[in-house]
């Protein structure tokens, strides 16, 4: 888990210590992350051997979901294909920008993709 990855993805515009913090690490602000995890259930349920489904936990995907959710006031998380075609509509209508409420509807579904994936 990179500082400058979690930095830049935790990154809260406007407030003097993360943009000191940011600058001072060489850092940039991250405004949307697009993350497929690794696929450890179907891994499993395919037969795979023991140390196959083990590679296939996904250890810092998770993370950036959760780190975007956390911050999702400034930073959007796509977890699925399916999401693409609404927030390329919205980027495209918004000078490539996307709106609080999109943001928040994509991190409710980051937070129930990280749930399910942890169950």
């Known amino acids: ?9 935790l990154y809260v515009r406007g407030n003097a210590q ?6 001072a690490n060489g850092g940039k602000p991250i405004d949307m992350i697009v ?4 696929p450890f259930e179907a891994t499993v349920a395919s037969g795979a051997a023991f140390d196959h489904c083990i590679e296939n936990i996904d250890i810092g995907g998770p993370s950036m979901l959760r780190s975007a959710s ?6 959007g998380i796509v977890t699925s294909p399916s999401q693409y075609d609404e ?5 495209d209508s918004k000078g490539g920008a996307t709106t609080l409420a999109l943001r928040r509807r994509l991190a409710a579904r ?5 749930a399910a994936y942890d169950s």
């Not at 993350?35 to 690794?38: D, E, K, S």
């Not at 927030?87 to 980027?91: C, G, K």
């Not at 980051?110 to 990280?114: G, Q, R, V």
């Open 35 to 38: 993350l497929n995890l690794y």
């Open 18 to 23: 993360h943009e000191a913090d940011l600058e």
């Open 87 to 91: 927030i390329v509509a919205e980027m």
């Open 70 to 75: 956390k911050n999702h006031k400034y930073v």
């Open 1 to 9: 888990l990179h500082p400058l990855v979690h930095g830049g993805i």
């Open 110 to 114: 980051a937070f129930a993709t990280s």
